[in-house]
Structure formats: structure tokens, C-alpha cells
């Protein structure tokens, strides 16, 4: 098993910067992926940012060039978010894969970016 605990998040500007951090305890050995999705209401989940154990990060299109991944890649991972959208807002997720295909989730954060 493992937990996720995020924290982070909150409401900007348009053009601001945010930090949200997640640590994950308990089994983190067995993390193979670690990063962050997000979701609106009515929406499906979609992935932000990922990093595999190993180092190699992936970032949604919508994203790429404005957040970025820092961490360990096993059990601390940060997303920095900058030059913040208004379609940016979300609940975000912090997530956990493991070698066994278990994903886990944290408990999510709201992003607000007003225009």
C-alpha cells in the first residue's frame, strides 16, 4: 500500500505561479510511476505530468513548457506551475503506480485561476 499526501494549491491570477508537493509513505519502494492528474466536474481525469522511477518525465501538451516535475521520482514529486491559465483550474491529483499495476491517489487540491 501506499499513501499519497499533497499539498499546495489554492486560487491566482492569471500569469501566476503555483507549487503543489506530494510525499508518499508505506510501500514506495514499489512505485513505479509517480505525478498528477487533474479533473473538472463532468469531466474525465486527465494526466498533467508523470515521472517514471528511472527519471523520464512526461507532461500533457496543454502543459508542456509551463509546469514542471521536481522530486526524487520515488516518493516526493512537486509539480511547479507557471504562467497559470484559467483552464488550468482543477482539482489535482497526486498519483502512485506500482509494479503491480495498483494505482493510488491522493486526495486531490483545487487549483482556481481567475482571468
Known amino acids: 500500500q501506499v499513501q499519497l499526501v499533497e499539498s499546495g494549491g489554492g486560487l491566482v491570477e492569471a500569469g501566476e505561479s503555483l507549487r503543489l508537493s506530494c510525499a508518499a509513505s508505506g510501500s514506495t519502494f514499489s512505485i513505479k510511476n509517480i505525478g498528477w492528474y487533474r479533473q473538472n466536474p463532468g469531466n474525465e481525469r486527465e494526466l498533467v505530468a508523470m515521472?517514471?522511477?528511472?527519471?523520464?518525465r512526461n507532461y500533457a501538451d496543454s502543459v508542456r513548457g509551463r509546469f514542471s516535475l521536481s522530486g526524487n521520482n520515488a516518493d516526493l514529486v512537486d509539480l511547479q506551475m507557471n504562467s497559470l491559465k484559467p483552464e488550468d483550474t482543477a482539482v489535482y491529483y497526486c498519483f502512485a503506480r506500482d509494479y503491480s499495476e495498483n494505482t493510488y491517489w491522493g486526495q486531490g487540491t483545487q487549483v482556481t485561476v481567475s482571468s
Open positions: 515521472t517514471t522511477r528511472h527519471g523520464n
